[in-house]
Nanobody, 126 residues
Framework: QVQLVESGGGLVQAGESLTLSCAVF????????LAWYRQPPGTEREIERELVAAISDEEATKYADFVKGRFTISRDGAKNTVTLLMDNLKPEDTAVYYCSTGHYKNGDYYPAAGYWGQGTQVTVSS
């Protein structure tokens, strides 16, 4: 059984930085990707989550246009963790952020069904 545990959310002011971490426990088998998604305020369904950034086991990365140049995703294979460094945060970045594991292939990321962390709240005040 795979478990993903996020940490690092909080309340910050616009322009500040925050780092999210996710520890992955269990055997992920052939899943070669890790990613961060976010659930915007006012939405509840899993399908409404937005991909923020993804990284493959070979450290290829993919970013959503709305975070390019501000967020950086990285992973530590030995520790089985994935980190999201968020710089220059904006109020519109306010959301619950979720860690995901899945397949990273040909520049795209496909989350594995049901493999989500519990989420961590990020709130950015103006």
């Amino acid at each position: 059984q795979v478990q993903l545990v996020e940490s690092g959310g909080g309340l910050v002011q616009a322009g500040e930085s925050l780092t999210l971490s996710c520890a992955v426990f269990g055997d992920t088998g052939t899943l070669n990707g890790l990613a961060w998604y976010r659930q915007p305020p006012g939405t509840e369904r899993e399908i409404e989550r937005e991909l923020v950034a993804a990284i493959s086991d070979e450290e290829a990365t993919k970013y959503a246009d709305f975070v390019k140049g501000r967020f950086t995703i990285s992973r530590d294979g030995a520790k089985n963790t994935v980190t999201l460094l968020m710089d220059n945060l904006k109020p519109e970045d306010t959301a619950v952020y979720y860690c995901s594991t899945g397949h990273y292939k040909n520049g795209d990321y496909y989350p594995a069904a049901g493999y989500w962390g519990q989420g961590t709240q990020v709130t950015v005040s103006s």
